[in-house]
């Protein structure tokens, strides 16, 4: 059979005690009158016990029993394709999860066997003998060296296992004898402590729970590709997101080998987070990124840019620092450079290794060599630079830090003759730099930087202060050509922040001043522990905080789990290893002050009078995407007002059962606190993709610009099999508490040839129209030529 096309994307997140494949089918029939063409998987494979993701898989040739098992996956794809609809699911190529060798059958079996073992070949390990552990697997979780010495066997099962505490490792064949440190040394493992700074096995980014496996090998990647195979070969999917491709040896190779394996026609989409100006290699055989892209760019072009100054100086008194683009880079370079020397340490001894065989070179001392490495990582602007497109990035960057760092131009020279042969170092250079990248932005910068949270995120470049309107309109039409089905998002299971509390939070562009002086407001009364971490929260803290004003416990304890996941991450106080408990005690007890005393009130009021730009803007971004070019992804429950923090707060239970009532109830659109109004914008841009497909994948893009004195305010494009075939419109307001201010006066708009309905309001329209007009109602407008 022939993939259905795509028009637009439904994130579904599955979980064994939440959403399981028999929900998924119970909720197809309302997908299908929202609008929805496809619905979108979490992964599906068997994922380790009480996952909450799904991204640990610990067995690629099951899916998971908790989830429904095959049969489950099968019977939603029947109910799918009864209603004309698709499929799609997320895959996780580069790594299995090992947190508990029990569950893992392949790594249960190379710790077991060793080099011996059939699977040896399918991670990533590091077997030479210096290695660190004499050429064996090292396994950090120990306490201390000491613990060694409290390992004990456990004869309880079906087979003798070395047990620390309630962990079990496997044992080899007739190695059972003697005390529990004695069988330990005879394995082809070594449990070390767990801050040795030793790790046997290439892992995603820093984390030990996660293995990498070696797709690159065809016997691997068969393997682990088992179930997507048979997927294709049974027509359950007509697509699938590839997770993270960063992390591979050979992300290019892998990708035509995929493509090979789905088909010409089914939907190929990447989480592939682009830099600043990075463009998506064209020679990729996929149909674009998963939309951390579009994202940045939707979202930024509602920003007000003559905010920017007065942020600068609030930052700079908070925290000392505007927190531009400049202070930005040095602190990208600063935290790099120190991810690479402590959570990233065991990668880049192993890459220097590598850079030393493939360089045949025995004579430049191994802390040069890193020296070298540390500092072209530290420099590189994008996750990894071995894509067509970046050709000649890597050595601009070497000879930089050449000129840079003059006493390094040895080891950088070794540097260039071990990448210039194309092997393992060039391999593991990309891969490290691509986790250096995550850990240090994503991971810590972006929890740090205080100017304007809503801008940091995922692939986002937060030094770049909104966007022009001509800037944007460009970026969609060069999408609309070139990938037209990338997908688009506003909120995944990644965001640090759900898309409606960052239109909220960049609501602030607009309001500066007063900002600020509610800032030193609230703090005279509530002030936080710390100025810089103050800044920080207090964004998030308003962007999350309800329109009624009523604290629940759930959100109290919602808020203090993210304020301490942030600061863990910021690093600068307290972190994940080295917790500063009187510091986030004293954190959680400014949260509660400022939820139960007059700060709260004063901060209900504050939202209160800004509560209708914030609708503005969420309708707004949500619109253009959804109309936009690309193949729009609504993350679950978005089709409400939501107000999501950073994991595992995004990927909370929806309620279906309250979408469902509103939906069915078709009442007219309202900007109110039901959501009445998002979920008509969902509806109204869904069902007019599913309607006319011309328009939408592979159709035109056409901007269109208002006339007067407040024409900066409209943002609008046209849809259309052509460019002169235009029959759908997407028009947002913008910028909207100026706007409150001074009104349209007597702005216009020129409409396309033709009449037009407002599907959300049913206003009809035609020839050149006043914005007052089309806005009267809601500050959005969905146009379809009638």
Request: proline share 7%.
């Amino acid at each position: 059979m022939s993939p259905r096309p795509v028009s637009s994307t439904y994130r579904l997140q599955l979980t064994g005690d939440g959403t399981t494949f028999a929900d998924a089918v119970a909720l197809v029939d309302y997908l299908d009158a929202l609008g929805v063409s496809h619905v979108y998987l979490s992964p599906v494979l068997s994922a380790a016990a009480g996952s909450t993701h799904g991204y640990d898989v610990v067995d690629p040739t099951t899916v998971s029993a908790a989830l429904g098992g095959r049969e489950g996956l099968a019977a939603l794809a029947r109910e799918v394709r009864s209603r004309g609809m698709g499929l799609l699911i997320d895959i996780v190529p580069n790594h299995v999860g090992v947190g508990d060798p029990r569950e893992n059958p392949w790594w249960w079996d190379v710790l077991r066997h060793g080099r011996d073992s059939p699977y040896a070949s399918y991670f990533d390990i590091d077997w030479d003998a210096d290695n660190g552990c004499d050429g064996r697997i090292a396994l950090p979780v120990l306490g201390s060296a000491a613990d060694v010495e409290n390992l004990t066997v456990d004869r309880t099962g079906d087979e003798p296992t070395l047990a620390y505490y309630e962990r079990r490792f496997p044992v080899a064949p007739g190695t059972d004898t003697g005390t529990g440190a004695e069988v330990h040394a005879r394995q082809a493992y070594r449990l070390v402590p767990w801050d040795s700074g030793l790790i046997g096995y290439r892992r995603f980014f820093t984390v030990d729970d996660l293995a990498a496996v070696r797709v690159e090998d065809p016997a691997v990647f068969d393997a682990v590709h088992t179930q997507v195979a048979s997927w294709m070969h049974d027509d359950l999917t007509d697509g699938v997101r590839v997770d993270h491709p960063d992390g591979l040896a050979d992300p290019t190779g892998y990708l035509r080998r995929l493509r090979e394996l789905v088909g010409p026609d089914r939907w190929l989409v990447v989480e592939k987070i682009l830099g600043d100006g990075e463009p998506l290699d064209p020679t990729l055989p996929v149909d674009g990124t998963t939309g951390y892209d579009a994202l940045g760019e939707v979202g930024a072009v509602f920003l007000d840019p003559r905010g920017e100054k007065d942020l600068d100086a609030l930052s700079r008194d908070r925290t000392g620092a505007p927190g531009d683009a400049q202070w930005l880079h040095a602190q990208e370079r600063h935290i790099k450079s120190a991810v690479l020397q402590a959570g990233l340490a065991p990668e880049v001894r192993r890459l220097v290794r590598a850079v030393r065989r493939d360089a045949a070179d025995a004579t430049c001392p191994d802390e040069h060599l890193r020296d070298a490495v540390i500092s072209v990582v530290a420099e590189l602007p994008v996750y990894r630079s071995d894509y067509a497109p970046l050709a000649g990035m890597l050595p601009r960057i070497l000879g930089d830090c050449a000129r840079a760092e003059p006493a390094l131009e040895r080891a950088l020279e070794v540097l260039a003759r071990a990448l210039a042969r194309g092997g393992e170092a060039t391999a593991r250079l990309g891969q490290v730099c691509g986790a250096a990248t995550a850990k240090a932005v994503e991971d810590c910068l972006f929890y740090r930087a205080a100017r304007l949270v809503s801008l940091q995120e995922v692939g986002g470049h937060p030094g770049r202060f909104g966007l022009p309107v001509a800037e944007f309109h460009l970026a969609w039409s060069e999408r609309a050509r070139w990938w037209p089905r990338a997908m688009t998002s506003l909120s995944t299971h990644d965001t640090k922040r759900g898309e409606d509390v960052r239109a909220r939070i960049g609501v602030l562009s607009q309001v500066p001043q007063l900002w600020a002086a509610c800032l030193s407001e609230w703090e005279s009364v509530a002030p936080p522990p710390d100025a810089a971490s103050g800044l920080f929260l207090w964004q998030n803290v308003f962007g999350a905080w309800p329109r009624d004003g009523r604290v629940t416990e759930e959100l109290r304890t919602r808020l203090h789990e993210y304020a301490r996941k942030a600061l863990r991450e910021n690093g600068l106080r307290t972190t994940w290893t080295e917790v500063d408990e009187e510091f986030e005690g004293a954190v959680a007890a400014w949260l509660d002050a400022v939820c139960d005393g007059p700060v709260g009130a004063s901060l209900t009021e504050f939202v209160a009078s800004l509560a209708p730009h914030f609708s503005a803007d969420s309708l707004g971004q949500k619109l253009l995407q959804l109309l936009g070019p690309g193949i729009p992804d609504v993350y679950q429950g978005t089709e409400l007002w939501e107000d999501s923090l950073v994991d595992p707060d995004n990927r909370r239970p929806v309620d279906f059962a309250a979408r469902r009532r509103l939906l069915e109830q078709d009442a007219p659109p309202a900007v109110d606190d039901a959501g009445t109004a998002k979920l008509a914008v969902v509806r109204s841009a869904l069902r007019l993709r599913r309607e006319r497909p011309a328009s939408f994948v592979g159709g035109a893009y056409v901007p269109l610009s208002a006339s007067g004195p407040a024409a900066a305010h409209l943002i609008g494009f046209g849809r259309g099999p052509a460019a002169d075939d235009v029959d759908v419109v997407a028009l947002a307001s913008r910028h909207t508490v100026t706007l409150e201010e001074t009104g349209w006066g007597d702005t216009t708009l020129d409409l396309p040839p033709g009449l037009w309905v407002d599907r959300l309001t049913g206003r009809r329209l035609s020839a050149t129209v006043s914005p007052a007009e089309v806005f009267a109602d809601l500050p959005v407008a969905v146009l379809a030529r009638d």
